[in-house]
């Protein structure tokens, strides 16, 4: 069984630039998540979905970020502008139950890692 | 919002030791996740432990929910464990949250 698959791996871009990622979940996996991870830190839930509808969006600064899941399945995170700060590498996970059914163990995929010069 | 906070920071060991993290929260949790972030990065599942005691090889967790706190053993340490230990908990509070402590770095050596 395939695991999580993100793309690109890493990313090189100046600041102001757009910028996006794409995450293909584990087949049969209704929960999907962004999280960001800065170096020597936890990751940080950005935002959650369950099947197309964004469940938890409160720490998504959607002021420069905005998200998407159509049809439920594989899903793309874009920044833009991108700010120095945005720099880290950002994770995507998926989990087989939604919060009605019960929630389960999270896979991770490998991330992308960004850097804004 | 709920804090999780995990415990030694960093630790060192000799090949063959054992050692135990901890994971403390301040809050009722839906779900408690141990994972394992190897050294090029990649995020591993070890255990889904709302509560009770798993054994997965030479690891094990238990999770007191009542008490709020979590623990990972890892006996006869290799130096393939090294990296970094992360407990997330989930919980309800307008919608499920995951929230990840700072970790543990462990460094096994030969």
């Known amino acids: 069984e395939a695991g999580v698959v993100q793309s690109p791996r890493y990313k090189i871009i100046e600041k102001k630039q757009p910028v996006a990622f794409w995450c293909n979940p584990i087949?049969?996996?209704?929960?999907l998540y962004w999280y960001l991870q800065n170096l020597g830190q936890g990751p940080e839930l950005l935002i959650r979905y369950e099947n197309e509808e964004a469940v938890d969006d409160s720490q998504l600064p959607k002021d420069r970020f905005s998200a998407e899941r159509l049809k439920g399945v594989d899903s793309t995170l874009k920044i833009q502008p991108a700010e120095l700060g945005d720099s880290a590498v950002y994770l995507c996970a998926s989990s087989k139950g939604t919060s009605t059914e019960g929630t389960d163990t999270q896979y991770f995929g490998p991330g992308t890692r960004l850097t804004v010069l | 919002g709920i804090q999780v906070e995990q415990s030694p920071p960093d630790l060192i060991l000799q090949e063959g030791a054992n050692s135990t993290l901890r994971c403390n929260f301040s809050d009722s949790v839906n779900n408690l996740q141990w994972f394992h972030q190897n050294p090029w990065g990649q995020l591993i599942n070890l255990f889904y432990?709302?509560?009770g005691t798993k054994q997965n090889g030479r690891l094990s967790a238990t999770t007191v929910a009542t008490e709020r706190y979590s623990l990972l053993y890892i006996s006869s340490s290799q130096t393939t464990d090294s990296g970094v230990y992360f407990c997330?908990?989930?919980?309800?509070?307008?919608?499920?949250?995951?929230?990840f402590g700072a970790g543990t770095r462990l460094f096994v050596k030969a």
């Open positions: 432990i709302p509560s």
């Open positions: 997330a908990v989930e919980r309800e509070t307008g919608g499920f949250k995951t929230i």
């Open positions: 087949s049969g996996h209704n929960t």
